[in-house]
């Protein structure tokens, strides 16, 4: 299946279809730091807040999944029903007073509110998301698509780095009160540059909304358009395969980022601050491996390189899950990050190829809810293997979970291009 093509080329030529996905990339950048910037000025607080507590500290994970898991169904319905750019736009904004509403209860210690504020801030963060990957293939032609996605994956990994390291300093320099304005700040930034893309593909009214009439010829509601993505995956052998064998990979992504801390603190023995040393590898590492990925990722071969980077991640947890010491851990954690990055880019490129723009938003809004349960099956699993066994155990368990999903990628997913 191929996608429908991207507005910018078919409406003002190439030029205009680079500039349009430019500002939208800028957008997702700004607002993406934006994301990264909190999670880390949030944690901290929170943390110093509650004075380390274990229930806090849960919660706020759970508050990180938990709406992805409720709200995704329904954030794919509206990224396929509505305005897009509308819906990013409000996002932006909701999340900067949600900032501003963070910022106040930082002068006084206010945690509860704060809880509420940071569950709204990421459900409708859900909704940013949805509609964010449903409007790209209409910025760029199918054939583009890769190096779009290389781009996105690129920039998500040095907000990554950059983000915290920004919010760590403006926590130490100033307080959270002025590192969650500044975090407000950013969206605002976001929302304007999304209406100049919006001036710049000189759309005045709303996309297309390709969902199509029900048997009376009027359009059906929520729920029947949501159903209505439910029956397209089971009817869609490819997206079935594509979605079934991702799964495995979010158990394995959920086990390690849980897992990583015990096994530095508790196996190795060491001051749980070395593990800002390995986050720090992963993300250098997984920047090259982006910028890699972007240079050298082709349509034909992207079946290919999902399933080869699935297998690097099963091979890096078998690494960390032997590792005897925190340098053999290191290159585990490299391995990774070197698979990591091509294989969001090559599984995203993947579903944007292969899903119908009617049906783009919908698809990744049912994916999200799976995605986050998994997660957090993940994390319990984790936790219990963790208390009960050996932290390393985490790491072989995830990657023996995960073969189905490998197995089922080279099966069905390798052999394959995106047409």
Not at 56 to 63: G, H, I, K, Q
Not at 85 to 97: A, F
Not at 242 to 269: D, E, K, M, P, Q
């Amino acid at each position: 299946m191929t996608v429908q093509a991207g507005l910018g080329a078919d409406r003002a030529g190439k030029g205009e279809s680079r500039a349009a996905f430019g500002l939208f990339y800028t957008s997702f950048l700004v607002s993406a730091m934006g994301d990264a910037f909190r999670l880390l000025a949030v944690n901290v607080w929170i943390f110093n807040a509650t004075s380390g507590s274990t229930g806090a500290r849960l919660l706020v994970v759970l508050l990180a999944n938990l709406p992805g898991m409720l709200l995704g169904g329904l954030s794919g319905v509206v990224a396929d029903r509505y305005d897009k750019y509308n819906v990013l736009i409000v996002s932006d904004l909701v999340r900067t007073g949600v900032g501003l509403g963070l910022a106040w209860c930082a002068l006084d210690s206010r945690t509860v509110p704060a809880l509420v504020l940071i569950a709204v801030g990421n459900g409708v963060g859900v909704f940013f998301n949805s509609s964010s990957f449903s409007l790209l293939p209409r910025l760029v032609s199918a054939e583009r698509l890769p190096r779009a996605n290389g781009f996105m994956e690129t920039g998500q990994w040095v907000v990554q780095i950059v983000g915290p390291s920004l919010a760590a300093i403006t926590l130490a320099t100033g307080s959270a009160s002025l590192a969650f304005v500044v975090d407000s700040a950013s969206f605002v930034v976001s929302a304007v540059i999304l209406r100049s893309l919006r001036r710049v593909l000189k759309a005045p009214g709303p996309l297309p909304v390709d969902a199509g009439p029900d048997e009376d010829g009027k359009s059906g509601g929520h729920w029947a358009d949501f159903t209505d993505g439910v029956r397209f995956i089971r009817r869609s052998k490819d997206i079935r395969a594509l979605l079934l064998a991702s799964y495995g990979i979010a158990f394995l992504t959920a086990c390690t980022s849980y897992g990583l801390i015990f096994v530095v603190a508790r196996t190795f023995a060491l001051d749980a601050s070395a593990l800002g040393y390995i986050y720090s590898l992963n993300g250098v590492v997984a920047v090259i491996a982006a910028v890699l990925a972007t240079a050298l990722a082709k349509q034909a071969f992207l079946g290919r390189l999902m399933a080869v980077s699935m297998l690097g991640l099963c091979v890096a947890q078998v690494v960390m899950g032997v590792a005897p010491n925190i340098y053999v851990l290191g290159v585990g954690v490299a391995v990774s990050a070197l698979a990591n990055a091509p294989y969001n880019v090559s599984v995203t490129s993947l579903y944007m190829s292969r899903i119908p723009a009617a049906y783009l938003g919908r698809v990744e809004g049912i994916d999200t809810m799976i995605d986050n349960f998994i997660s957090v099956c993940g994390f319990v699993a984790a936790s219990v293997i963790v208390l009960w066994w050996n932290p390393q155990a985490v790491f072989l368990i995830s990657a023996a979970v995960a073969l189905p999903g490998l197995v089922l990628a080279f099966r069905h997913v390798a052999g394959e291009s995106a047409e």
